[in-house]
């Protein structure tokens, strides 16, 4: 199994070798992989950990896959030729050449290439490093090799000298042939741009024909208008067959594995399940009741999978578990049965960790025992600085008071703010009322520099308080 740097670039959807479309959703879950993810292991899907690799369709075949291997075949070249590339190689020269191809063109505004204008000028001015699509979308409207426009020199075409460029040149024409052009063009269906039309006759910019015959003009505006608003055809998308619809979700049904609505919409030519909400409830329904008792069984294997580990001589580790039922990760083992799976790591650390010599100290489960009846109870941090020992050891020592220690904590602590959020609103209910009956409007700062306390200094609990009960008093 290998991945190739070509399928990284994401201009590249083709693999120009197998000629098949390179895919980024999982035929699972249904998700989009990401380039890089920190779950990610080469061949398994990052979201669902399900297992990618399956047997090609030989005879499925893509007849509209020449552009896409065009562009994977020109950055294949690119990366081909990149160890060996010249010592003149650089932005500058991209530059020069991208000047060249606009100066030919006649402006940054006649310089077609898919490509805003204020982007190209951008490369020419600024030391900007293009992106690889818009590099491709240039390439390909020059019609110049990619490696060419990056790595040699392109002369220009040489629109100086004797053949001096029409777009530069500025004739005073005729008023009677300037109407007369006006006046056939009117006489169209669809009349040209009036941009055209100057070039046409030698002007760079519509001003002049504009100033001398402004009501020509206007009618060659309005009925392009007119013209293009009728010709052009209104967009419009042929909707997914009911049938096929209900054949895909009743295929579902009877397969053994989970069905993902995403999935199965995208299938079918779908953007996204909101109809399969609206006009296939009893399918949809069915479809989720399967996948509930299917995740109801895989839940029941894992659990009873790690129950009979605790048996096992000597005790597997987690990963090992999660290997037999077909998982890449502990994910999920530790997700749905956390309790379970710190035992068992525990219970492993007990047969294969134990020391020799080594033994529970009672003077720690004493001090664990008068922890849980202290008032306010301490942290964690503080137990293990008492004790003078790690929090792993004493985890791994005393699991079961250590969990009680640090369960207290944390309602204590929750307690803690439940009390600071009510006293603020109480406080601040006082406060508000008060400017109310002084005539003043309670602003959130207000009320903020009445709280004296600094235990109730919390500027985001005070916003709320103060909009919570401006709310209920209908201020």
């Known amino acids: 199994m290998h991945e190739r740097l070509l399928w990284v670039f994401q201009v590249v959807t083709v693999c120009p070798e197998h000629r098949q479309p ?17 779950h990610a292991r080469s061949g398994y899907c990052s979201r669902c950990y399900r297992w990618l690799g399956r047997t090609s369709d030989a005879t499925v075949v893509h007849s509209d896959l020449t552009e896409q291997i065009r562009v994977a075949e020109m950055v294949g070249t690119l990366l ?40 190209v000028r951008d490369w020419v001015r600024r030391p900007i490093l293009p992106r690889m699509n818009s590099l491709i979308k240039l390439s390909h409207s020059q019609n110049v090799p990619l490696i060419r426009l990056l790595t040699e020199r392109m002369e220009a075409s040489g629109n100086k000298g ?28 669809v009349p040209p741009p009036l941009e055209k039309i100057a070039n046409q006759l030698g002007y760079r910019t519509v001003k002049s024909l504009q100033s001398r015959y402004p009501a020509l003009c206007r009618e060659i505006a309005k009925k392009r208008r007119t013209g293009a608003g009728a010709s052009r055809p209104f967009p419009s998308k042929t909707p997914v067959p009911r049938d096929r619809i209900e054949a895909a979700l009743t295929a579902e049904l009877v397969k053994p594995g989970l069905t993902y609505l995403r999935a199965v919409a995208a299938s079918v030519g779908l953007s996204s399940k909101r109809r399969l909400y609206k006009d296939f409830h009893d399918l949809r329904l069915a479809i989720s009741t399967k996948n509930a008792a299917i995740k109801k069984r895989r839940h029941e294997a894992i659990r009873d999978a790690l129950a009979a580990a605790f048996n096992e001589q000597p005790v ?11 998982y890449a990760t502990v994910k999920p083992l530790t997700s749905r ?22 033994r529970v100290s009672e003077r720690v489960r004493q001090k664990l025992t008068e922890a849980l009846r202290e ?9 293990a600085r008492r004790l003078a020992r790690h929090r792993t050891h004493i985890r791994e020592d005393f699991p079961d008071l250590w969990g009680a220690v640090c369960k207290r904590y944390l309602d204590y602590r929750q307690q803690a703010r439940i009390s600071r959020r009510k006293a603020i609103g109480t406080e601040a209910h006082r406060i508000i009322v008060d400017l109310q009956q002084k005539g003043v409007y309670p602003t959130i700062r207000l009320v903020s520099a009445r709280i004296l306390s600094p235990r109730l200094q919390c500027p985001q609990i005070i916003a709320e308080a103060v909009r919570q009960v401006r709310r209920d008093l209908s201020i």
Request: aromatic letters at 8%.
């Open 375 to 383: 008032s306010p109870p301490p942290s964690c941090a503080e137990v």
């Open 337 to 358: 049965f956390r309790e379970l799976s710190m035992k068992l790591r525990s219970c492993r650390q007990h047969a294969t960790r134990q020391k020799p010599g080594h």
């Open 80 to 119: 081909a030729a990149s160890p060996a590339l010249p010592a003149h190689f650089g932005l500058e020269l991209f530059r020069k050449n991208v000047r060249g191809l606009v100066q030919d063109a006649g402006g940054y505004r006649r310089f077609h290439a898919g490509i805003r204008h204020p982007y």
């Open 22 to 38: 390179l895919e980024s959703v999982c035929p699972f879950c249904g998700r989009v992989q990401y380039v890089f993810s920190a």
């Open 316 to 326: 597997p580790t987690v990963a090992d578990v999660a290997r037999r039922l077909g």
């Open 162 to 189: 004797d053949q001096k460029c029409a777009w530069k040149t500025h004739y005073r024409v005729e008023s009677r042939v300037v109407e007369a052009t006006l006046a056939a063009a009117t006489r169209t269906a």
